[in-house]
């Protein structure tokens, strides 16, 4: 059974760093595509950065410079290690599994990913 547990949450002010982490199991990490997404109150969930299983980086425009995603195939662990953080970054973000083929348009669709974990939540403050 896949699981992906995410940690590393928190309030912050605006400028401020926090890097999530997103333990997972229950199948062969390093050959699939991982990702982060959130969620803010009233808004669809988006797509923030994706890391395939070549190492190869994708992330949204909004976070581009700002925010590193990394993954380490030995502890089965993905990161995100967030910047320069913003008020409009506070949501609820959430690690995601693709324990399949994701075709590189869909790296930050929600609809590539089979597997969720509950979220961690992300407060930004100005």
């Known amino acids: 059974q896949v699981q992906v547990v995410e940690s590393g949450g928190g309030s912050v002010q605006a400028g401020g760093s926090l890097r999530l982490s997103c333990a997972a199991s229950?199948?062969?990490?390093?050959?699939?595509?991982m990702g982060w997404f959130r969620q803010a109150p009233g808004k669809e969930r988006e797509g923030v950065a994706s890391?395939?299983?070549?190492?190869?980086?994708t992330y949204a425009d909004s976070v581009k410079g700002r925010f590193t995603i990394s993954r380490n195939n030995v502890k089965n662990i993905q990161y995100l290690q967030m910047n320069s953080l913003k008020p409009e970054d506070t949501a609820m973000y959430y690690c995601?599994?693709?324990?399949?083929?994701?075709?590189?348009?869909?790296?930050?669709?929600?609809?590539?990913?089979?597997?969720w974990g509950r979220g961690t939540q992300v407060t930004v403050s100005s």
């Open positions: 890391i395939g299983s070549d190492g190869s980086t």
């Open positions: 995601a599994a693709a324990t399949g083929i994701v075709s590189w348009w869909a790296f930050l669709l929600p609809s590539a990913y089979n597997s």
């Open positions: 229950g199948y062969t990490f390093r050959s699939y595509c």
